[in-house]
């Protein structure tokens, strides 16, 4: 895994360190250290931004004022990141077209699996089954951000740093975030079978931390719903089966999701042998015959709920993020005792003193007060008893231990590039490169998400709740808002060179050699803090300093196995390199490798070359080829020069 030099969460370790408090509500984008001019300040040279992950999401976006699209769709309307002041982070840019806007975000929620191989952050390929769509470290260029509510595990942090080729050390080497934007609760939902009620009071519309467990791991003891609701009344619709003795379903997400990842957390935390860590994220206990488990019909919590409605002939249990569930018609309606309401959720024993918690600040349907009842809940790390830093993973930090609110709450995180000019190398076939104006927008819808007068103050509104902790307008100095405040402001375009931190984080039960934790910060030399930014006329630009004449030479040629050649280039500064090499001439002339890579300094560079589909047929194993290389290498100020060689190379298959 790799990082870049001077980004040691710059903020966070400052106020770590000083035990001061970084005031967030009126603290802006934050300057940027390396952007060029025209994109130096907040809201300066934005465009349209898009991403993909997390369907825990998507109700959060949409008061963001993003819309969301393919897996839920739903428009954006007049609210969020265009319309907040520029103190809270708002950009006018982003406003609706009809209201004079020029750009737009927009959110697909399809799943954490989806968001993460959205920037390669999988060990699996494509290929295998139920794996993210995605291959490791293959970066999908067309959306700049990923969402997970189930954040990357160290490997898969590792597989997207490292880049297409998997190597540690080469030019496809980038940073990955996972920076905490919202928490919520997970309700526990249930549909009951036509015929019968559940009286609505708090004592019949709970359910304990052993009938839960039993009930998702298909216990024999909680399989029934007498078993699990103790007062639900009535015989079944078809006049047969007294409600108490119905088998109910339990209905389950088709995808890998950060919800049911939340779920299972603290059903584990009750009974780990029915959920140990090796059951995957859409594996459940005893799921076969008459007791396996229903599936969701699509992607997200959305098609889920909706499958849990259908469940009407014998009932279904299920789980989902308090917004989609409310959206859904799963709180409590507002009736006397002996309400009829069918489709709600339930309150939750608490680990430890017993006492039963709603998901919700309130259960009522269509009431203001409708945020998540996670206010006071406290995360970290299970295997350090600390937060990781953003470059880490955050797998096994869970809320589930909690003693506050109700005891299923969960983060939920962006999984954005640290510097988007250096995840440019290597992305998936046909997607456009990123640009300066897409970190740019990204980096400013962030630090909107993350201001307590912006994004985190429409989360209540929207069924979730802002991150912990604030203390009287601002983040609390090591607290989760506070280290995600700092990543965002570390945000940059073409920055530095790449060095090895160390991993570490969750699911490893191990502590990198040089941690970066908020407690036990590592300062930079050479720090970038949003107290001390650097200003749009004095542009810090270390990895892309002016060059009035380009140069590039070429040292040599090697195969390697599946006819990919590696070049050896020298270009004079940072830039752009790329490469096409043909073999013939004249009318036989034909492109047979092709390939490019970015340049973070002057000196050696290695470029992988991969055939084309006429290199495939023209370059034969074992053979020597006579290949002419164009290489052609663009400057940081867009001059450009070329030069081409002709080497002998014999051919591995």
Not at 130 to 155: H, I, M, W, Y
Request: glycine residues 12%.
């Amino acid at each position: 895994m790799r990082t870049t030099t001077g980004l040691r969460i710059g903020a966070a370790a400052a106020t770590a360190a000083t035990g001061t408090i970084v005031a967030l509500a009126i603290l802006p984008g934050g300057a940027s250290a390396a952007f060029d001019p025209a994109f130096s300040a907040q809201c300066q040279g934005t465009t349209t931004i898009q991403g993909r992950g997390a369907s825990f999401q998507r109700t959060a976006h949409l008061a963001w004022g993003a819309s969301s699209v393919v897996a839920n769709p739903a428009a954006a309307t007049a609210v969020g990141f265009g319309y907040a002041t520029a103190g809270s982070g708002g950009c006018a840019s982003f406003k609706l077209a009809a209201d004079g806007g020029t750009n737009s975000v927009s959110f697909d929620p399809q799943g954490s699996g989806e968001g993460r191989g959205v920037v390669g952050a999988t060990t699996s390929p494509d290929a295998t089954a139920g794996s993210p769509k995605g291959n490791p470290g293959v970066r999908k260029t067309a959306l700049q951000f990923g969402a997970a509510d189930e954040p990357p595990k160290p490997a898969e942090i590792a597989a997207a740093n490292n880049g297409p080729d998997q190597i540690a050390g080469t030019a496809d080497d980038a940073v990955l975030y996972t920076v905490p934007v919202a928490q919520s609760s997970v309700a526990t939902v249930v549909q009951l079978p036509n015929g019968c009620t559940v009286p609505n009071n708090a004592q019949s519309r709970r359910i304990t931390r052993a009938a839960l467990e039993g009930a998702f791991a298909a216990s024999p003891d909680f399989s029934t719903w007498g078993q699990i609701l103790p007062n639900i009344a009535g015989v079944d619709a078809a006049g047969t089966t007294a409600c108490k003795a119905k088998v109910f379903k339990r209905v389950v997400r088709l995808d890998s999701s950060g919800t049911t990842y939340a779920q299972k957390n603290y059903l584990r935390d009750i009974k780990s042998s029915d959920f140990p860590t090796s059951l995957g994220n859409t594996a459940w206990p005893a799921d076969t015959g008459a007791s396996a488990v229903v599936r969701a019909d699509a992607n997200g919590g959305g098609s889920l709920m909706d499958k849990l409605k259908l469940q009407t002939t014998d009932g279904g249990i299920s789980y989902a993020d308090l917004a989609t569930a409310r959206s859904k018609g799963f709180d409590t309606a507002a009736g006397a005792a002996g309400d009829t309401d069918s489709t709600i959720w339930l309150s939750v024993e608490r680990k430890g003193d017993g006492v039963y918690q709603s998901p919700a600040l309130n259960d009522v349907n269509g009431t203001t007060d409708t945020g998540a009842n996670c206010k006071n809940v406290t995360y970290k790390d299970v295997t350090t008893g600390a937060l990781p830093t953003v470059q880490q993973s955050w797998y096994d930090v869970t809320g589930s231990a909690s003693a506050a609110d109700y005891p299923v709450c969960a983060l939920t995180y962006e999984l954005v590039w640290e510097d988007l000019a250096k995840a440019n190398v290597g992305h998936a076939a046909g997607d456009p490169d990123y640009t300066q104006a897409q970190a740019r927008g990204v980096k400013d819808y962030l630090g909107y998400i993350l201001n307590v007068t912006g994004g985190q103050a429409a989360l209540a509104p929207a069924g979730y709740q802002g991150l912990p902790t604030v203390v009287g307008g601002a983040a609390q100095s090591g607290s989760v808002l506070a280290v995600a405040r700092a990543a965002q402001q570390s945000l940059t375009w073409n920055k530095q060179t790449v060095v090895d931190p160390g991993t570490g984080g969750g699911g490893t039960g191990t502590t990198p050699t040089t941690p970066t934790t908020p407690t036990t910060p590592v300062t930079p030399t050479t720090p970038v803090t949003p107290t001390t930014p650097v200003t749009p006329t004095t542009p810090v630009k270390p990895s892309t300093p002016a060059v009035v004449k380009p140069k590039v030479s070429v040292s040599k040629a090697a195969a390697v196995k599946g006819r990919k050649v590696t070049l050896s280039v020298s270009p004079s500064a940072a830039g752009k390199v790329s490469v096409s090499a043909t073999t013939g001439s004249g009318k036989k002339k034909v492109t047979v490798l092709s390939g490019s890579a970015t340049a973070k300094k002057a000196g050696a560079l290695k470029i992988t070359l991969k055939p084309t589909s006429k290199g495939k047929k023209a370059l034969k194993s074992g053979k020597k080829a006579k290949i002419a290389f164009k290489v052609t290498y663009t400057n940081a100020d867009g001059s450009k020069t070329s030069v081409t060689k002709t080497i002998s190379v014999k051919i591995k298959g």
